[in-house]
């Protein structure tokens, strides 16, 4: 991994459409406790399904729920992988999702304090009051309330730290966050951050800025290329949709806050096209 550029984990974000491999795929994920239908189901909506298996997801208050773990940061419930939607068809620009959080919706965003280790720093405190800021600014038709302390069981949306961040597949922990993308209307409740309290609160802010745009129904705005992180890996659109937005670039946008991987000197903030793309959504 590359010490200028910090990849920003996604729950369900990472897609492939390698048709020839799917049986491959699903003889090797048999091995790890997963069921056929399940395997069946995720490769039937090019996801990437090799080395799929169940794993504890940490929750906010250090219990854990079982999950689909794919490639190592790709967290999904079982139920939400047997009950994933038809593919869409789509071609370039920034992404959304298929699914949105409903109009005028006042999000409650609550700043996790509690212990276990999961607690956010009190400069990560600072990145989140300034990414919640970012999108009340822009007076979009959804909104975000921010609290801080430990009841996140009712709220809409909880940020912690995870002590135990995602390793590679060479056992490097990884840096950055995770989220999942919205249903129901709702966005997707838990937004993780993890070893980035040795970067500026303003990287602390660009991740989770990332991270809940991500919960709000954003792919990655180079989801194609994943040229932010020096890669030429196309995730695919998968069952999650990557529709385009218009008004946003039909190229790579150096700039955008939803790069995959995210360069240690950013400044946190949307650019122009960000701004577009979350106002024609919202």
Same mark, same amino acid.
């Given at each position: 991994m590359k010490l200028s550029r910090i990849s920003l984990l996604l729950v369900g974000a990472s897609f492939f459409a390698c048709q020839s491999e799917k049986n491959e795929q699903q003889e090797e994920v048999a091995l790890n406790n997963v069921s056929k239908e399940v395997v069946a189901k995720l490769a039937n909506y090019d996801i990437n399904?090799?080395?799929?298996?169940?794993?504890?997801?940490?929750?906010?208050?250090?219990?854990?729920?079982?999950?689909?773990?794919?490639?190592?940061?790709?967290?999904?419930?079982?139920?939400?992988?047997?009950?994933?939607?038809?593919?869409?068809?789509?071609?370039?620009?920034?992404?959304?999702?298929?699914?949105?959080?409903?109009? @005028?919706?006042?999000?409650?965003? !609550?700043? =996790?304090?509690?212990?276990? %280790?999961?607690?956010?720093? *009190? /400069?990560?405190?600072?990145?989140?009051?300034?990414?919640?800021?970012?999108? @009340?600014?822009?007076?979009?038709? !959804?909104? =975000?309330?921010?609290?801080? %302390?430990?009841?996140?069981? *009712? /709220?809409?949306?909880?940020?912690?730290?995870?002590?135990?961040?995602?390793?590679?597949?060479?056992?490097?922990e990884g840096q950055g966050g995770s989220a999942g993308f919205p249903s129901g209307g709702n966005p997707f409740k838990f937004v993780q951050i993890y070893n980035i309290e040795e970067f500026s609160t303003n990287v602390n802010e660009h991740v989770i800025t990332h991270e809940i745009g991500h919960s709000v129904g954003f792919r990655h705005s180079d989801y194609f290329s994943r040229q932010s992180c020096g890669d030429n890996v196309n995730e695919g659109s998968g069952s999650t949709g990557a529709n385009p937005i218009p008004g946003t670039p039909n190229g790579y946008d150096p700039t955008s806050i939803m790069l995959a991987c995210f360069s240690t000197s950013s400044d946190g903030e949307f650019n122009n096209n960000d701004v577009t793309a979350l106002n024609y959504l919202y």
């Open positions: 399904t090799k080395g799929v298996e169940k794993v504890n997801f940490m929750l906010p208050d250090g219990t854990t729920t079982p999950m689909l773990r794919m490639e190592g940061d790709i967290y999904m419930s079982e139920e939400q992988a047997l009950g994933l939607p038809n593919l869409q068809d789509v071609s370039g620009k920034n992404y959304h999702t298929n699914n949105l959080v409903s109009q @005028n919706k006042v999000i409650d965003v !609550i700043g =996790f304090t509690g212990g276990g %280790g999961n607690a956010l720093s *009190s /400069k990560a405190q600072t990145a989140l009051q300034w990414a919640v800021n970012n999108y @009340n600014r822009l007076n979009l038709s !959804i909104s =975000f309330n921010l609290t801080f %302390g430990t009841d996140y069981e *009712s /709220k809409d949306m909880v940020v912690y730290t995870n002590p135990n961040p995602p390793r590679d597949e060479n056992g490097v």
